[in-house]
């Protein structure tokens, strides 16, 4: 159990929804990371926030948000569902300063139709 | 940017075989790497790091990879596979900035065979 806790493990929705992805993550981390696995794509980072404020941009489209709130979970928000969407969503926490080791989540099974 | 080239989408071993999962690297500043295995349906795990303290790195379950500088290169290995092995296996790459992201590989799936 890495510490971090991700819901909802399993999402079945239809084009064209929005959906909410919600993390907690470890006990005293103030970063989290969001990631997206695909069979084509791989893993593929999309966003990182540190303590609230939003750090770092992958290749998140405009169609998804995310963000931290004051007791550091985060939500990760993805509208205008489309069918190449569905993909293992991964959010993960790490220590401030840290050397860049990353704690992740078991991850919310999206599947668009 | 840094990058992390992964070779073989596959690897196969018999197990009590010695496992090389290779992994090359790009990055124009001093680089951390990681290797994460990935069981099915699970998260990511940390096997080992590396961040510039001793090249060779020594991880979970029997694990272990060298940090080779000159070859840009950061293999994993076992001296003799367990058919609990099996699993995806990624190295990554971050630089020393200490809030940078980390870079994934496309991963290597382990298949060990009795």
């Known amino acids: 159990d890495s510490g971090v806790t991700q819901t909802p493990k399993h999402l079945i929705t239809a084009t064209g929804q929005r959906v909410t992805l919600r993390c907690s993550p470890r006990s005293g981390d103030l970063s989290v990371y969001w990631y997206q696995q695909s069979l084509d794509q791989g893993l593929q980072f999309l966003i990182q926030?540190?303590?609230?404020?939003?750090?770092a941009k992958g290749n998140i489209l405009e169609r998804f948000s995310a963000q931290q709130f004051p007791d550091l979970h985060s939500e990760l928000n993805l509208s205008s569902l489309e069918l190449g969407d569905s993909a293992l969503y991964f959010c993960?926490?790490?220590?401030?300063?840290?050397?860049?080791?990353?704690?992740f989540g078991e991850g919310s099974r999206l599947t668009v139709l | 940017a840094q990058s992390v080239t992964q070779l073989g989408s596959h690897v196969s071993v018999s197990e009590g075989a010695l496992v090389l999962l290779r992994c090359n690297y790009s990055?124009?500043?001093?680089?951390?790497l990681f290797w994460y295995v990935q069981y099915p349906n699970q998260g990511l795990q940390l096997l080992l790091k590396y961040t510039s303290a001793a090249t060779l790195v020594k991880g979970i379950n029997g694990f272990e990879a060298e940090f080779k500088k000159s070859e840009t290169s950061f293999h994993l290995t076992k001296p003799s596979a367990h058919m609990s092995d099996a699993a995806e296996y990624f190295c990554a790459v971050s630089d020393q900035r200490g809030y940078s992201t980390l870079t994934f590989g496309k991963g290597t799936m382990l298949l060990v065979s009795p």
């Open positions: 993960a926490s790490s220590v401030r300063g840290g050397s860049g080791e990353l704690f």
């Open positions: 926030y540190y303590n609230g404020e939003e750090r």
């Open positions: 990055s124009s500043v001093p680089p951390y």
